[in-house]
């Protein structure tokens, strides 16, 4: 695995210093050229999901966060037949919740049974929280705290929306003077507008990709190509009598028949003659989803199932106002660790927060259409901020594993201005 953040760990560190050595002498530069398999890896070892759910009126809209990391926690047990004790770590993505999500998440894990010596934190890097929470915990496993760990991710915007106002009394007058601080106040929708604005991104090039979108995941939904990574949760809502029935969450909800016509149709969300709409913008939406990582040793050991590795991860700043082109510089940046060019990567998994920018950065990486996203992305299926970055390991290795492929890229925009990306490599 190879980290844009430098390890403290000694050998770790020479195997870092080796791989740099051989990208450097240009040997890597073939297709699929990534660092030999090694018993100190990070591998994946399963990834799970909750169906994804309109926020405010889905089925999930009245269940809590710790219930749906619960529900996940318990499935994760159950399909690899895991000793909740061996779980070191635990990191949970999350952008919205009461105390970052923390003390809903080690919640979670004891309504799980999961003991008190699995320690917990959450993580907040806005869209690519959950896989930064992913990313934690590989580091942990690679710097050899722990052995095993789940990082993954957890979003209610039923219960925690995104509209909270910053108090004018809360913040410093010198972010006045100062315009990159200022422009994180941005709201994300406008954005999506600049990128739009500043990249000439026009309205019908953001519904056609928006349509493309809707129409990947209705196939793969009739398919039933998201069943093995949704895992169902047992929960209540309450209907619109006030009362409660019990229900299975099994299916996203976000799907919808969509025609290029109807998307032609509906007006600017977010500003007066502008081209993000309701249906070229990812959704709102509930759920969560986790990544059970091990060092390969001990996924060995233990006789646990390999899905693939971690192979390279990269971070990388852009201005804040249009903060939707992070992954054109994230990408080609975990790519470089890796030794790999955008061509070697089988399938992108690239968050979907507005058609624009997903769009702008498909293009300017000239990343093939048929490689992004396809069971579609967030425009179709949702985009619960903290949970996003965890969903797309099992919407991606399944997808990988399906289709026989190799390399495949996570990627996301993040508000503020960064992009993150991932490069993992399937193995079973
Ligand atoms: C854009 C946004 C404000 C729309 O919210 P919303 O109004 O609740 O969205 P809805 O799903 O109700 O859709 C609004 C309308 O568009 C229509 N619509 C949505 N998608 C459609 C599609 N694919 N085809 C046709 N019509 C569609 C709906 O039917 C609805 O019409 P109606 O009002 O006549 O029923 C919201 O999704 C949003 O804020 N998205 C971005 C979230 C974000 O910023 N995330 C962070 C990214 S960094």
Redesign the pocket.
Known sequence: MYFIHIMENKSYQRRLNLIRQHISSNKCLNRGTVPPVSDDDVVIVDCIRTALT???RGLLKDTMPEAMLAGLFEGLVHRNKLDPKHVGDIVIGNCLQAGSGMMTSRMGQFLAKFPETTNLMSVNR??SSGLQAVMNVAYSIAGRQIDIGIGGGVESMSLYN?NGTIDPEKISEAIFECEPARNCMI???I??ENVAEKFQVDRKTQDSF??ES?RKAAAAQKSGLFKEEIWPINTRVKDQKGEWKNVTVTQDE?I????LE??G???P??KKDGT?????????TDGAAVVLLARRSAAKKLGLNILGRIVSYAVSGVPPEI??IGPAFAIPDALKLAGLTVNDIDIYEI?E??AS?ATYCANKLNIPAERINPKGG???LG?P?GCTGARQFSTLLTEMRRTKKRLGVIS????TGMGAAVVVEREN
């Open positions: 309109k926020s405010g806005l869209c995104m709201p994300m929708g954005t999506s928006a349509y809707q976000g919808r028949e969509t025609t109807s998307l149709k509906l007006k969300a977010f993000t709409t309701a249906g070229n913008s990812s959704q709102t903060m939707g968050n927060a507005f920018q967030a425009i179709a985009h901020l996301m925009c993040i508000g």
